[in-house]
């Protein structure tokens, strides 16, 4: 099983913040990481696929990077909307999630 | 529009049966993957599984494997996921998903359609 950790596992943040959540693998899985955002209460979103492209409809403040083991979330300028729980997803085996990080206001 | 419709939600006692399910629309329902994912109250997300309608390959995580079945009807484009005997621990919302990618494998474009979610209960 690859295992999928990210840091940290909260942050509070300011509108306008730029934010930043890691994600990582316990082994290489290549491009084959997504970024999903959920708000209490609703099904996830697809915000990134293939760890850097941008899902349709998704604002461009959100950016997705990295590969092999390590990738990274950035949401440039933080909106009263982004408030949510973030998690990563590999694709590259037997599908997992990572634990999540959330986002709250400072 | 596409979409995911899920069937309502459930209370049932521990070890009875359930079968909960999942009807697109909107798209080729044989075309694409459709996965499950478990949230615990308050807890994150677990990928369960998923299956290709169109073959019904069906893929298991291992946390899973042999606890719950995965299956589908391609003409009705409807998914199911069913326990036979349900423990408590079982209580969670459960989610279907559409995954993006269409037939290959690894999956390449996430979980793109969701569902509105299914809350099962298990109590005594």
């Known amino acids: 099983d690859i295992q999928m950790t990210q840091s940290p596992s909260s942050l509070s943040a300011s509108v306008g913040d730029r934010v930043t959540i890691t994600c990582r693998a316990s082994q290489s899985i290549s491009s084959y990481l997504n970024w999903y955002q959920q708000k209490p209460g609703k099904a996830p979103k697809l915000l990134i696929y293939?760890?850097?492209s941008l899902q349709s409809g998704v604002p461009s403040r959100f950016s997705g990077s990295g590969s092999g083991t390590d990738f990274t979330l950035t949401i440039s300028s933080l909106q009263p909307e982004d408030f949510a729980t973030y998690y990563c997803q590999q694709s590259y085996s037997t599908p997992g999630f990572g634990p999540g990080t959330k986002v709250d206001i400072k | 529009e596409v979409q995911l419709v899920q069937s309502g939600a459930e209370v049932k006692k521990p070890g009875e049966s359930l079968k909960i399910s999942c009807k697109g629309s909107?798209?080729?329902?044989?075309?694409?993957?459709i996965g499950w994912v478990r949230q615990m109250p308050g807890k994150g997300l677990e990928w369960m599984g998923i299956?290709?309608?169109?073959?019904?390959?069906?893929r298991y995580s291992p946390s899973f494997q042999g606890q719950v079945t995965i299956s589908a009807d391609k003409s009705i484009s409807t998914a199911y996921l069913q326990w036979s005997s349900l423990k408590a621990s079982d209580t969670a919302m459960y989610y279907c998903?559409?995954?993006?990618?269409?037939?290959?494998?690894?999956?390449?474009?996430?979980?793109?359609?969701w569902g509105q979610g299914t809350t099962v209960t298990v109590s005594s």
């Open positions: 293939a760890a850097s």
């Open positions: 998903a559409r995954e993006g990618t269409g037939s290959g494998w690894p999956l390449v474009y996430g979980m793109d359609v």
């Open positions: 909107g798209y080729s329902f044989t075309s694409y993957w």
């Open positions: 299956i290709y309608p169109g073959d019904s390959d069906t």
